[in-house]
């Protein structure tokens, strides 16, 4: 995984609440057992017509908006427990995603797949979807090592919570296994006493 410390980006805004995992990767994409390729069936659904072409008026078609973070409406990520959704939302290149409220299963595949999940209060994120609207190249600061998201335009700032064990992973590019390698020394020492 790459490393995340801060993410400077603008968003990409979907106001849509209850997303729940069907919608972020539909069913019929759940077969494969690599990630490769699932960024391209993102809201696969929403963003394609039957024949496959784009829908002109979903976000993710519009050149309007373009980012390293999602901005989604509340309870993201809801549904089946199906790691697929965490590994679209990463292919597609988000690394990281705000909403008032995540599932636990999606907050926790997210994090284990490199995407860092941003909770935030619903008056903090109306006023990150106002100015969204208001200028499509706002910039929004994603602080982990101070846990802090910031709107550029406002300089409204808010603090997240996020396990620590999960935190150092990002901060480090680490998935379990390179946790547990990096602390090789360290349990080997442990194991002799």
Not at 7 to 20: G, K, M, Q, R, T
Not at 150 to 159: K, L
Request: glycine share 6%; charged share 25%.
């Amino acid at each position: 995984m790459e490393k995340l410390t801060v993410v400077e980006s603008s968003c990409i805004p979907l106001p849509i609440e209850n997303v729940d995992t069907d919608q972020i990767i539909p069913a019929r994409f759940l077969k494969a057992t690599s990630k490769d390729g699932f960024g391209d069936n993102l809201f696969c659904d929403w963003r394609y017509d039957k024949e496959g072409n784009p829908i002109k008026d979903f976000v993710l078609n519009d050149d309007t908006y373009s980012g390293d973070i999602l901005v989604a409406g509340k309870n993201f990520g809801s549904g089946s427990s199906r790691e697929h959704a965490a590994w679209a939302v990463a292919g597609y290149g988000f690394k990281v995603v705000v909403s008032s409220f995540f599932a636990d299963i999606f907050r926790n595949n997210s994090l284990n797949n490199g995407v860092l999940p941003v909770t935030v209060s619903e008056g903090f994120l109306a006023e990150l979807f106002a100015e969204i609207k208001k200028d499509a190249k706002v910039t929004v600061r994603v602080d982990l090592p101070a846990q802090t998201i910031t709107i550029s335009s406002t300089a409204s700032t808010e603090s997240f919570e996020i396990n620590g064990y999960k935190k150092e992973c990002l901060i480090n590019g680490f998935d379990d296994i390179d946790f547990l390698l990096d602390n090789k020394e360290a349990i080997e020492k442990w194991e002799e006493k």
